[in-house]
RNA sequence: GCCGGAGUGGUGGAAUGGUAUACACGCUCGACUUAAGAUCGAGUGCCGCAAGGCGUGUGGGUUCGAGUCCCACCUCCGGCACCA
């Protein structure tokens, strides 16, 4: 028997491919197109690991299928080879980082080669190539133009490791991502790209994205949009100076009880003069500027100073408040200064706590049951009510009287209604006494109102509850006797503490279990009715936040966490920043016919940690005429960070060889958006919300057609070594490709990688199991000596055939290749049982396992006489009536435990299936004896006796 | 803390509210072998001699029927985290 030899056929139609140009992109507009993309590598000295290829090997598969389903293909590959990592590698390898990445790319190539994959090499890029980065710098002249590129000089993130200046990006808990080195704030002059004015579109069409949710919810999260209102706090003392705040909670103003400055900003030394404690202060500033992030995140405790001598006037009150200086104010967010509302802010509370500030409420709570039961139903009015609820404590226990409802599976406090005229009080008291029982009362404490919305059960209703609340104790345990008809409502239990907070169904009830351990006082920060604050008394907070506002003349205003794109690093291997300062015309664009500004060659290309680049050593390159005036010039010696070739070259790979324009628009406009870009989720808030930028600002210039440029994205899924850990060459835990491609072959490699598990999720590598996909193929290559012409096409092959069709072409499609490959195992299983297979459908299994495992399929395809490849074959259609199967077993189960079987025909009418199976000889025994009182046809699938 | 995702045999994992554990690994037994490996065949959730019972993180609920829907809780993974 001939024997399965991976090794020769796998090179052999490796050579046999690209010798023919089969993977070379069509370009006939006339057909439908799918661009399928992976991430592409950032090309580092370790080479690959069996982590990377499975995103690979996936993107093959779906673009195979499309191919062979009449699209045309665009599935490229390139390398992302600027910036920090490649440029470390070459220094620590003491070459020069062209040399080194060369040298990387040329081994992730051959690394890649060996799978079979199906990229056109032809469109190959590299963004260290001076004619791709001549486009990534011409995007930046016209950033640049419209004045969404601007220097700066703020204090940034700035690495004493790597010595450059980082984007917030870069930054993982206050460290350097790349080195791990805890970063410091530098002044450094810089380029900064405008990204926060595309913020909102950036959230806004994410909705429109076909990308896994978590993946959304990250660059939601990142951007950090908060709708809130400027407010201005004039300080004390008619001096004209005022500090500006940004608050989410202006309906919160007359709340505002102190001001917190961040330490470092500016009015801090403004105001020095008046500052009767400035050593103090100036000290706590010291303090705060030498912490990290870091220790500013890891010690939770709030410190502080107060500015002593200066107060502010808050708008609303016109009473003046302290000021202080805090950590932890942020100075890059809002205005650096807040209004600090201690009891509607956990932080501001815990902060007023310490330093015993005062705190003054100013919302009531409102709580929406949000979850069953009592979810508030949509679009129902709401039932206004005032009622109380009564905290009743045991008289000599730790224990509180709970309700537990009996016609709803509620559990409360002892709650009633407010008849009209009656006090909150009194009505509490007689509640008690008419619920309970008990006698005698002892007011402890009253904790105001609390509102409660919910949908009311028994009364089928929305309810809207304003409840006073309040704490007694029971001085004794005389009590007299309960109405009967109260007893029908509820029992009557006593619970510690522990126990209530589990048994509490509302969350009104549970959040006045907090009031109770938290001595009555607890920041609430959720929405609810205005107090204490006049004229606004009894107005919800959504509309007090604009009416307070206006109110205080202060401005509506959006902010976000999302900072602008600290763009310029000042490190050698990256894209030169096509600039050139001129002493007379200030900062002028090189030319677009000047580009590319080429990286020149250096001897030395160390960073300098001065802040400037190597670059600017190089005076030869540095000095130049200045465009506009003729005059004495300087270039930009910063360069681009890693990110900025990759934020781009989905569409260079459109239109590669272009020299007139960064893509073609017609082409551009063919092969437009991605069909399905697949790649790690560890670029969700980096690569992928830059991309999404330069995108949105090309659209905008009218450089390309489409708002968006990724509409489908597959997040894949990690591979960990074998011990369960990340891979890395430290740990020893590293499984190279070439390793299990040698031994087992590319095409059950592949099978392996689709097979772990599903594509987004994680698993474990596992070398023991990869046997299973190697029989498999061994199986499909000695299946091929029972094919023959004359076999007898019998139904149960056909209807296997059709459901394996459907079934393969549905989870190709949607990503799910584990299935799929099982699909496939069940299709060869089948066929393994019969006498001779027919040669139609071995082919077809051929056809469907192509894309899978493309040597050894078109080595049988070849051996069966066919001499065209694969690749090209059309993908099998199937018969919908033909994956039925012409008689069915139907289960049939006696109050939902199955009992028999039935043999039928899937046309039989109900009633007679029904019969059937109460017939049924195995069933009797089971409802022999009982009453039938119901009888469950599930079509073709089960029949289901209710017996009692 | 907030948000997102997930808990199923010894293992990786399948299951439009309808036979839980497809497919595969591993393991057991048998065949072929001097032997080992490979291959082929049979078996493999747990308890029980059996009849049968119990089983998808835990506890409740809806339903004729729940891994799947609802509620509460526990655990794990990921994102954000003093963001006003």
């Known amino acids: 028997m001939r024997q399965y030899d991976h090794k020769k056929i796998e090179s052999k139609w490796q050579k046999r491919w690209a010798k023919d140009g089969l993977y070379k992109t069509e370009e006939d507009q006339a057909k439908p197109k799918a661009y399928v993309l992976d991430m592409f590598p950032y090309p580092s000295g370790e080479g690959l690991h069996v982590g990377h290829p499975k995103g690979y090997i996936a993107s093959d598969i779906y673009s195979r299928f499309k191919k062979m389903s009449g699209y045309n293909i665009l599935h490229p590959m390139g390398w992302d080879a600027f910036g920090l990592p490649a440029e470390n590698y070459a220094i620590k390898n003491k070459m020069h980082p062209k040399v080194a990445v060369e040298k990387n790319i040329a081994r992730f190539k051959e690394q890649l080669e060996k799978l079979g994959l199906n990229y056109d090499w032809e469109r190959e890029i590299n963004t260290t190539d001076p004619a791709y980065y001549k486009w990534t710098q011409w995007i930046f002249l016209q950033l640049f133009k419209k004045g969404l590129a601007y220097e700066s000089n703020e204090p940034i993130n700035w690495c004493p490791s790597c010595k450059t200046g980082l984007a917030f990006e870069d930054l993982e808990g206050g460290k350097c991502e790349r080195c791990g080195s805890d970063v410091e704030q530098r002044p450094i002059r810089q380029w900064v790209l405008k990204i926060r004015e595309y913020a909102d579109r950036l959230l806004e069409d994410l909705s429109e994205l076909e990308w896994p949710e978590h993946i959304k919810e ?117 205005t650096g200064a807040i209004m600090a509302v201690p009891a509607h802010d956990e932080r501001d509370f815990a902060f007023a706590k310490k330093f015993g500030l005062p705190i003054q409420e100013v919302i009531e709570p409102v709580f929406t049951q949000s979850t069953e039961p009592g979810k508030v139903r949509d679009g129902l009015p709401f039932n206004h009510r005032d009622g109380i609820i009564a905290v009743v404590k045991h008289w000599s226990e730790d224990k509180y009287i709970a309700l537990k409802w009996k016609k709803v599976a509620w559990g409360t406090f002892l709650t009633g209604s407010i008849d009209a005229g009656d006090g909150a009080e009194d009505t509490a008291r007689k509640e008690i006494r008419e619920e309970t029982g008990y006698l005698n009362l002892k007011l402890l404490k009253n904790f105001g109102i609390v509102h409660g919305k919910f949908y009311h059960l028994p009364k089928q209703m929305n309810s809207f509850v304003h409840s006073s609340v309040f704490l007694f104790e029971l001085e004794d345990d005389a009590h007299e006797e309960i109405a009967p008809e109260e007893k029908e409502k509820h029992d009557i239990l006593w619970l510690t503490v522990d126990e209530l907070r589990t048994f509490l169904t509302p969350d009104s009830h549970k959040h006045i279990l907090e009031l109770l351990c938290g001595e009555g006082v607890c920041a609430y920060a959720g929405d609810g009715i205005l107090k204490n604050s006049p004229t606004f008394d009894g107005m919800p907070s959504e509309e007090a936040k604009w009416r307070i506002t206006e109110f205080a003349h202060g401005e509506k205003r959006v902010d976000y966490k999302l900072r602008d794109w600290v763009f310029s690093r000042q490190r050698y291997w990256g894209e030169p920043i096509p600039i050139i300062h001129c002493a007379k015309c200030g900062t002028v664009p090189v030319p677009e016919k000047d580009l590319p500004v080429v990286l020149p060659e250096v001897t030395s290309y160390e960073p300098t940690g001065t802040g400037e680049s190597p670059l600017a050593a190089i005076s030869e390159w540095v000095r130049v005429a200045c465009p506009k005036c003729g005059g004495e010039g300087k270039r930009e010696t910063n360069t681009m960070p890693q990110w900025a070739g990759s934020s781009w070259y989905y569409l260079r790979f459109i239109d590669p060889q272009n020299d007139k324009a960064l893509v073609d628009k ?82 059950t490699f592949r099978i392996y990688e689709m097979f772990m598990g599903p594509f987004e999720e994680s698993s474990m590598w596992n070398t023991k199991s990869i046997i299973g996909p190697r029989r498999f193929l061994e199986k499909v290559w000695r299946l091929e000596e029972k094919v023959s012409e004359k076999a007898l096409h019998d139904q149960g092959i056909e209807i296997l055939t059709h459901k394996t069709i459907k079934k393969v072409s549905a989870d190709i499609g949607a990503f799910r290749f584990n299935t799929a490959v099982s699909t496939l195992m069940v299709f060869v299983n089948g066929l393994e049982g019969v006498e001779a297979v027919p040669l139609a459908t071995y082919k077809i299994l051929l056809v469907l396992l192509h894309p899978f495992a493309p040597h050894m399929t078109e080595e049988l395809w070849h051996e069966l006489g066919n001499n065209n490849f694969l690749y090209r074959e059309a993908w099998p259609n199937f018969d919908e009536a033909k994956t039925k199967e012409g008689k069915i077993t139907v289960v049939i189960q006696v109050n939902g435990k199955v009992r028999g079987e039935l043999d039928i025909s899937p046309e039989e009418e109900e009633y007679a299936v029904k019969e059937q199976a109460l017939a049924h000889e195995s069933i009797k025994k089971w409802t022999s004896g009982k009453e039938v009182k119901k009888v469950i046809y599930v079509h073709g699938k089960l029949v289901n006796i209710v017996a009692v």
């Open 218 to 334: 990250s660059q939601r999260n990142w951007i950090g949009r908060s709708e809130g209102a400027l407010l201005r706090f004039e300080v004390a003392g008619g001096s004209e100076q005022y500090i500006e705040v940004f608050t989410t909670r202006p309906d919160t103003l007359f709340g505002a009880t102190y001001m917190v400055l961040a330490p470092e900003h500016s009015l801090v030394s403004d105001l020095q003069p008046k500052i009767s404690n400035w050593n103090e202060v100036q000290k706590y500033k010291e303090e705060a500027r030498k912490k990290t992030d870091l220790e500013r995140m890891e010690e939770r405790t709030k410190t502080g100073v107060e500015l002593k001598g200066v107060r502010a006037v808050n708008p609303a009150t016109k009473e003046e408040i302290p000021i202080w200086v805090a950590d932890y104010v942020l100075a890059h967010y809002g």
């Open 666 to 747: 017609k082409k551009e406009a063919y092969w437009s958006p991605i069909d399905l870009y697949e790649g790690g989720v560890e670029h969700a808030t980096r690569h992928l919300i830059y991309a999404r930028f330069w995108h949105k600002f090309l659209y905008d210039i009218g450089a390309v057609s489409y708002k968006e440029p990724f509409g489908r994205l597959k997040g894949v899924g990690l591979i960990y070594g074998e011990d369960g850990r990340k891979m890395s060459k430290r740990l020893g835990n590293v499984v190279n490709p070439d390793d299990v491609v040698a031994a087992y072959g590319a095409d």
